[in-house]
């Protein structure tokens, strides 16, 4: 049976839009003609960038969302629905960083990032995936990372919540099969976002001391946030009929001054 070509309109919800790789995703998407709903707990920050967006010509909404709140998320569903239609694009990236060695975090902690990072994810994916199935169509997209691959110190909660993330990723993709609707996670390696500058500094060099330690800290080099923004979009215009279940984005180590190189 053939697949009919996505549609012309594909609205996207974009959760955690107010910085980082979720700011990034949604500009690069408003600019390649996509209707945008930005979602996130700042509003006044997602408004700002919604109306520079709009400015440039885009169509983009601002949306309140708290992704530990269910009533929350399927609000912010509908708003976004009602705003630019049924939402044919979702990427789930809302979360912070907490950091610490597991035996010193507490379990309230531990869960607090849990809850963000993981059930966050699926309570979004819950909100949007039965319109999906009735449509027969749609894209989700999970912000993973690659610590899911290779975890790291002082991240025990981020790592078991991003781990969680593969593992529901590969579920629901076999659950999905057949419906027409598509889930993939994108991995990003280091990237420069806000995530994580609010750490304490003693604490963090400590991390880092023992990431080298462990061979983790290759070099310094960072990925920017559209970098994972690119490659979610090339994620979500796979035609119809393939399927790019995960990608894995890392930063390129310097390359050497010599010759032509």
């Known amino acids: 049976m053939a697949f009919l070509p996505h549609p ?28 945008v709903a930005l979602a996130a707990r700042r509003v006044d920050v997602l408004e700002t960038l919604a109306a520079e967006l709009r400015a440039g ?9 708290d992704v530990t709140d269910d009533e929350s998320v399927r609000t912010c569903v509908a708003l976004a629905a009602e705003a630019l239609g049924d939402v044919e694009i979702v ?7 907490a950091i610490g060695l597991s035996y010193e975090t507490s379990p309230e902690a531990f869960s607090d990032q849990v ?30 990372s690659d610590v899911a691959k290779r975890p790291r110190p002082w991240s025990s909660a981020y790592v078991a919540a991003k781990s969680g ?16 609707v598509r889930a993939g996670v994108v991995r990003p390696g280091q990237t420069l976002t806000g995530m994580g500058m609010n750490l304490d500094q003693a604490d963090t060099e400590r991390m880092l001391n023992d990431w080298i330690k462990f ?25 119809r009929g393939a399927h790019l279940r995960e990608l894995e984005i890392e930063a390129e180590g310097a390359v050497a001054t010599k010759g032509n190189i």
């Open 115 to 144: 809850n963000i990072h993981l059930t966050g994810a699926f309570r979004i994916y819950r909100a949007v995936i039965g319109g999906m199935i009735d449509r027969g169509r749609g894209d989700i997209v999970f912000i993973g």
């Open 8 to 35: 012309e309109r594909r609205p996207v919800l974009v959760a955690g839009a107010s910085s980082g790789i979720g700011a990034a995703t949604a500009r690069w998407f408003a600019e390649a003609g996509y209707p």
């Open 165 to 180: 993330i593969d593992g529901l990723v590969t579920t629901i993709a076999m659950e999905l099969e057949g419906t027409g």
């Open 57 to 65: 010509g885009a169509e983009a909404v601002a949306v309140p969302l």
């Open 91 to 97: 990427v789930a990236g809302a979360g912070d960083l």
């Open 215 to 239: 061979g983790l800290a290759r070099h310094g080099n960072f990925l920017g946030p559209e970098h994972i923004a690119q490659g979610i979009h090339a994620m979500v215009t796979m035609p």
